[in-house]
């Protein structure tokens, strides 16, 4: 019966040559391991987020008045409303430990190195594009939480000169949040933002597929030599065809993802939703501790210690157009095995450490 | 079992398995709530319908018309048209009920009297007392 299917469609789409050559013939590296799928795992869980977002998307509704008790609707009342409401929330925040995993990763490896610079940088525009769908996301239940980390937020880009204040106004739709803050931050966290991240992670996927892989250098240290001049895709003679060998590895980490993520579902629901993710917004009455999410601490922590704003927010601005232009800024000349450049570790291991510190400070301060 | 085998069986197990936990509680949730309306009574004023005229109203999300026939006192029938769910409105110079998308008329007993439906309008129990009527 199964066979008749799989023939069945065998003869109308001829899934066994798209298999043949976009999976078996794509050959991955000696060295790919269980690192590499970490950007797989990443499309994965953008796609539980565009999942479970429609399906919230079905009761939500983006209103000043009827956007909390909607939420709280979805949570308590609606058939497993608590589940996809909390996979989102939570899938939310594993997302961007998993890209931040991932970067380091290809940061460690060097794989950001000609001819995949494009490749970088529209992996760092994706990481900032789902960083403004984390900040818009959380207005959207309209709580305490969430309206005061949006003012908090959107008052920061004004410390900027000249464009700052403009900028927060832009972000607001006004001089405080409000109405008009919910219904811009709605569209752009459910039709604007994820076009972009769309559009990008196709560039991103075409340039690996063109591409190739990039290898380890510990593992094939001739592929480091010498920097190609004309294009050529990277064959991996040695290595092994993407399905079934890499793809086998690619769904043992999906399902550690998954693994996580229920874990914090079912250990620690309220992880990320502190005790004032249940009250309403008011806009009269700030809570006593509002902290960022986790992934703003550190630089929410830098903008707090340092006395002068502007230096403060322009730090954060300047470390992410470094992050951003980061191929084009390392040595040209220099080879990809980062053993044997222990300024770049060193570097590296600094900004990590830095960015450690700096978190666990605006956790505790 | 080769290990090989062993691994892409207990992925295939477990991705199923995965599936499955999420297509349950997503059909589930798809599921339409139940309204929120209760079974409660509305009262109107009899004042408020002369003889030979009609009231609109809203009853547990339900709209309908509560009608004060000439000669056989009131009624309430539902103003959702049975041929494809339009609002029918009372038309008080031929005595009837007229459905506006396709023609549809009915009589003041919510009967089909012409055009495409072929149900009548579902009628609600009242109960008249002196100066009210309850509808429920």
Same mark, same amino acid.
Not at chain 1, 157 to 176: C, D, H, K
Not at chain 1, 291 to 296: G, K, Q, V
Not at chain 1, 321 to 342: E, M, Q, S, T, Y
């Given at each position: 019966m199964w066979g008749k299917i799989v023939h069945w469609i065998e003869v109308r789409i001829g899934l066994e040559e798209l298999i043949n050559k976009h999976l078996r013939q794509f050959k991955t590296p000696k060295g790919a391991t269980f690192w590499s799928t970490l950007g797989f795992v990443t499309l994965i869980a953008f796609i539980l987020q565009a999942v479970t977002g429609i399906m919230l998307l079905l009761y939500y509704i983006p209103h000043p008045e009827h956007a909390f008790k909607s939420v709280q609707t979805i949570t308590n009342e609606i058939p497993y409303g608590w589940l996809f409401r909390l996979i989102h929330n939570?899938? %939310? /925040?594993?997302?961007?430990?998993? !890209?931040?995993?991932?970067?380091?990763?290809?940061?460690?490896?060097?794989?950001?190195?000609?001819?995949?610079?494009? &490749?970088?940088?529209?992996?760092?525009?994706?990481?900032?594009?789902?960083?403004?769908?984390?900040?818009? %996301?959380?207005?959207?239940?309209?709580?305490?939480?969430? @309206?005061?980390?949006?003012?908090? &937020?959107?008052?920061?880009?004004?410390?900027?000169?000249?464009?700052?204040? %403009?900028?927060?106004?832009?972000?607001? +739709? +006004?001089?405080?949040?409000? +109405?008009?803050? *919910?219904?811009?931050?709605?569209?752009?966290?459910?039709?604007? =933002?994820?076009?972009?991240?769309?559009?990008?992670?196709?560039?991103?996927? *075409?340039?690996?597929?063109?591409?190739?892989?990039? &290898?380890?250098p510990a593992v094939e240290p001739e592929a480091d030599a010498s920097p190609p001049e004309e294009f050529r895709r990277e064959p991996h003679l040695e290595?092994?065809?993407?399905?079934?060998?890499?793809?086998?590895?690619?769904?043992?980490?999906?399902?550690?993802?998954?693994?996580?993520?229920? @874990?914090?579902?079912?250990?620690?629901? /309220?992880?990320?939703?502190?005790?004032?993710? /249940? !009250?309403?917004?008011?806009?009269? =009455?700030?809570?006593?501790?509002?902290?960022?999410?986790?992934?703003?601490?550190?630089?929410?922590?830098l903008i707090k210690t340092i006395p002068n704003d502007v230096m403060g927010i322009s730090l954060v601005v300047i470390f992410s157009?470094?992050?951003?232009?980061?191929?084009?800024?390392?040595?040209?000349?220099?080879?990809? /095995?980062?053993?044997?450049?222990?300024m770049l570790l060193s570097l590296g291991l600094i900004v990590l450490a830095l960015w450690a510190i700096f978190t666990i400070w605006g956790m505790y301060s | 079992m080769e290990r090989r085998q062993l691994l892409k069986t207990s992925l295939a197990f477990l991705g199923t398995t995965t599936l499955i936990s999420f297509i349950y509680p997503a059909s589930k949730f798809l599921v339409p709530p139940k309204s929120s309306a209760k079974d409660t009574q509305l009262t109107i004023n009899k004042d408020e319908i002369p003889p030979g005229? $009609?009231?609109?109203?809203? #009853?547990?999300?339900?709209?309908?018309?509560?009608?004060?026939?000439?000669?056989?006192? #009131?009624? $309430?029938?539902?103003?959702?048209?049975?041929?494809?769910?339009?609002?029918?409105?009372?038309?008080k110079f031929n005595d009837k009920l007229v459905c506006p998308c396709h023609a549809g008329? #009915?009589?003041?007993?919510?009967?089909?009297?012409?055009?495409?439906?072929?149900?009548?309008?579902p009628r609600y129990p009242l109960k008249i007392t002196a100066d009210q009527i309850t509808i429920g």
């Open positions: 939570v899938g %939310g /925040n594993i997302i961007v430990a998993v !890209i931040i995993i991932h970067m380091v990763h290809v940061f460690l490896r060097v794989s950001y190195k000609k001819p995949r610079e494009i &490749t970088w940088v529209t992996g760092v525009l994706m990481f900032l594009l789902v960083l403004l769908a984390c900040i818009t %996301g959380q207005l959207l239940p309209w709580h305490q939480t969430g @309206f005061w980390q949006t003012t908090v &937020t959107s008052t920061i880009p004004s410390f900027l000169p000249v464009i700052g204040e %403009g900028i927060s106004s832009y972000m607001r +739709g +006004g001089a405080s949040v409000s +109405g008009i803050t *919910l219904s811009r931050f709605f569209s752009f966290h459910v039709v604007i =933002l994820p076009v972009f991240i769309v559009a990008l992670m196709i560039l991103h996927v *075409l340039l690996i597929r063109r591409q190739g892989l990039s &290898t380890s290595g092994h065809p993407c399905f079934p060998h890499f793809s086998v590895k690619r769904s043992f980490m999906v399902m550690f993802y998954f693994t996580v993520l229920f @874990f914090i579902l079912t250990f620690f629901p /309220n992880l990320f939703l502190p005790a004032e993710a /249940n !009250i309403q917004a008011d806009p009269l =009455l700030t809570p006593e501790a509002i902290r960022p999410a986790w992934y703003f601490l550190a630089p929410y922590q157009l470094v992050l951003l232009f980061w191929p084009f800024l390392d040595a040209k000349d220099a080879g990809r /095995n980062i053993r044997k450049r222990p | 005229t $009609a009231k609109e109203i809203i #009853f547990n999300e339900t709209p309908l018309v509560v009608i004060n026939r000439k000669g056989s006192g #009131f009624i $309430a029938l539902s103003r959702i048209c049975t041929h494809l769910g339009c609002l029918v409105g009372y038309d008329d #009915f009589d003041l007993e919510g009967k089909v009297l012409s055009g495409p439906a072929t149900k009548p309008l």
